[in-house]
């Protein structure tokens, strides 16, 4: 399994990043999608997450209103849309498959990508 982020880098307060995370050796479309992140010093922190068929969705407080988590499984894909970026939100970002149910859990991580808000 491998999960690959890509579209983290340097931003401006205000601004927008759209991140994203492709997935191979999974079956993709059976998986929740969740973004964490981990700014340095502090704990991984749930960010975002997506239900297997997309038609549910949920967001960290910090982000409501500003960022959107959407999939495609047909391009086993899961998305970050992140606007009106702060200071705050700088971190790495890392993506989660996760699959429970009674037969089991599996959960899989990406490597990270960094995202630098700043001016």
């Known amino acids: 399994v491998q999960l690959v982020e890509s579209g983290g880098g340097l931003v401006q307060p205000g601004g927008s990043l759209t991140l994203s995370c492709g997935a191979s050796g999974l079956t993709f479309s059976s998986y929740a999608m969740n973004w964490y992140r981990q700014a340095p010093g502090k704990e991984r922190e749930l960010v975002a997450g997506?239900?297997?068929?997309?038609?549910?969705?949920n967001y960290a407080d910090s982000v409501k209103g500003r960022f959107s988590i959407s999939r495609d499984n047909g391009k086993s894909t899961v998305y970050l849309q992140m606007n009106s970026l702060k200071p705050e939100d700088t971190a790495v970002y890392y993506c989660n498959a996760l699959l429970s149910g009674w037969s089991g859990h599996w959960s899989y991580w990406g490597q990270g990508t960094q995202v630098t808000v700043s001016s």
């Open positions: 997506i239900n297997s068929a997309g038609s549910s969705t």
